[in-house]
């Protein structure tokens, strides 16, 4: 054999197996890689856009606990003040109602005290008169008369 003949008839194989090749192999596996490499490209969009979506929802709640934070603190105030103004309002009724009590107790303490002055004025006036009898039912004597008026005066 020829080394020439050889050598042509190895570029013909190869030539047609290129052919071949560029034909029917290749077309496939060129398919194949622009669908890899769309499929990787699309993910990694998606991959952007959903870390784009992360930080934007992370702004998000981030905005909603400061506002909710916002309306806790707002509530907090208007009840600690609703509370305040409650207390108030009870001080004040407490005030109005201490003072009738101490009205009521004054009036009474007035009223007792009448009475008892009045029960003294009719016991002095009791006395009294018993001492006049007493004085009266015996003879007039200075020491007699004086010593019923200390009995008088340790019954008072």
Do not use: C, Y
Not at 29 to 45: F, P, V
Not at 70 to 81: S, V
């Amino acid at each position: 054999m020829n080394l020439n003949a050889t050598l042509w008839a190895q570029m013909v194989v190869f030539g047609i197996l290129v052919w071949f090749t560029m034909k029917f192999v290749w077309p496939p596996i060129t398919k194949s890689l622009d669908e890899r490499a769309r499929k990787i490209a699309d993910g990694l969009a998606a991959a952007d856009k959903a870390k784009a979506d992360l930080a934007n929802a992370g702004k998000q709640v981030e905005a909603q606990l400061a506002k909710t934070n916002q309306e806790a603190t707002q509530r907090l105030g208007d009840a600690e003040k609703r509370a305040q103004a409650i207390i108030d309002e009870a001080k004040k009724r407490a005030d109005v109602e201490a003072a009738k009590i101490i009205a009521n107790a004054k009036a009474e303490a007035e009223q007792q005290l009448i009475s008892a002055r009045e029960a003294l004025r009719e016991q002095v006036a009791a006395l009294a008169v018993k001492g006049a009898e007493q004085i009266l039912q015996k003879e007039v004597n200075a020491g007699v008369h004086a010593e019923l008026l200390a009995r008088l005066k340790t019954e008072l």
